[in-house]
């Protein structure tokens, strides 16, 4: 009886709290806001809360999901949801700022905590939605937390696209790399909720008919030049070198049999290597892929670099034209804060946000439509 009365006193109190914060708004009102930020499939499960004027955490609604909400900042203007677990980091932030501590004291008191055990450190790869409701900055905005990594490491790009956000046609980037504050901006265009604008007209790529233009098409624009370019000979699965390049990306231009044309981190071109190779013996698409796990098993090809990107144009609107892909082996929803639930019709119509697919396998990994480019479907 005891247990059961307490539960009704946080019940109330809570309640009560809840009701301060919103002021005007209703409870239901501003849970429906909070959430806007992410995929619809997790909306109805995510937890709505905030923050008291001592930093307390307020429970406006308990979810089921792995993902939690605030509601909007009247201050900032930004909506904001993240992966439950990393809950532990934002309330003693909450309490901190609260304290009237710097934001350097934050940072110090944050480090020390993880140091200690008493936080979690900020799951890599793990994945923050926002939301801001007016032109003059990004509206709707995903970010993958990559603390301390280098693009170099991953193969990203570190040159702004905030202006092209703007104009409703951004593509990823990285900003603060080699801090722990390092992760990639992931301008979500052509939705409701997005910077109106996005490319008037479309590329049309079979006109390109020089294979190392047209190879690093799928790239950003400030990694064109620099990207390595090779083919592979399909009757012997040779490397050709057509252009050697002098950053962390290399190419392929368009294959006649898929369609597709690829880029990724030059980590993986032993890979490559040997994937060509048992192509051009006749290997099946199994016995392939059980030989380049006994590979990387073995050590004679690198793993997938953890949260690197690879990137993926294709000429037609069956698939997805312009596909960015962020490489988690192994990983699940989860642990990330992410959404299963396939975008591909959106995509299609240019409009689809990123998912995750295979969690928790070793080629896991989150699909990111870059929607609104001159590329774009």
């Known amino acids: 009886m005891r247990r059961e009365l307490k539960s009704v006193a946080v019940v109330v109190v809570t309640g009560l709290l809840a009701t301060t914060l919103v002021g005007a708004q209703s409870v239901e009102e501003l849970i429906k806001q909070a959430v806007l930020p ?44 993240f992966p439950v677990s990393d809950a532990s980091r934002r309330d003693l932030q909450a309490k901190l ?3 009237g501590k710097s934001s350097e004291e934050v940072a110090v008191a944050l480090a020390a905590a993880e140091s200690a055990g008493t936080v979690e450190p900020t799951p890599f790869g793990s994945l923050r939605y926002r939301l801001y409701d007016k032109d003059d900055r990004i509206q709707l905005l995903w970010v ?16 702004s696209e905030r202006d092209s956000s703007l104009a409703g ?33 479309r590329m049309d790529t079979s006109l390109i008919t020089d294979p190392v233009k047209q190879a690093v098409l799928p790239l950003p624009e400030a990694m064109r030049a620099d990207a390595t370019v090779v083919s592979y000979d399909p009757n012997s ?11 962390m990306l290399e190419c392929q231009p368009r294959n006649p049999d898929t369609g597709f044309t690829r880029c990724y981190h030059k980590s993986q071109a032993a890979e490559q290597d040997l994937r060509a190779k048992l ?19 073995a050590g004679t090809i690198e793993p997938t670099p953890f949260g690197s990107l690879a990137y993926r144009l294709y000429e037609n609107d069956d698939r997805l034209r312009l596909l960015w892909v962020l490489r988690l082996p192994n ?46 479907n």
């Open 38 to 81: 992410l995929p619809e499939d997790l909306r109805a499960g995510a937890s709505v809360f905030d923050y008291n004027d001592t930093g307390e955490r307020v429970v406006l609604r308990q979810g089921s999901n792995h993902v939690e909400c605030r509601p909007r900042n009247a201050e900032t203007g930004f909506t904001r949801c």
């Open 97 to 99: 700022l609260a304290q």
């Open 144 to 159: 993958v937390a990559l603390p301390n990594a280098m693009s170099e490491d991953l193969g990203m790009s570190t040159a």
């Open 169 to 201: 046609q951004g593509r990823p980037w990285m900003m603060r790399e080699g801090t722990p504050q390092a992760h990639l901006m992931i301008p979500i265009n052509g939705t409701e909720l997005s910077n109106p604008g996005g490319a008037t007209t």
């Open 237 to 247: 699965g040779a490397r050709r070198v057509l252009r050697q390049g002098s950053n």
């Open 279 to 297: 192509q051009a013996e006749g290997a099946s698409d199994e016995d392939t892929r059980a030989a380049l796990a006994a590979a990387r098993e």
């Open 331 to 376: 990983a699940t929803s989860e642990e990330l804060g992410m959404s299963t639930v396939s975008q591909r019709d959106p995509s299609l119509a240019g409009e689809g946000r990123p998912w995750m697919m295979r969690e928790g396998t070793p080629q896991a990994h989150l699909m990111i439509p870059i929607n609104a480019t001159e590329l774009s």
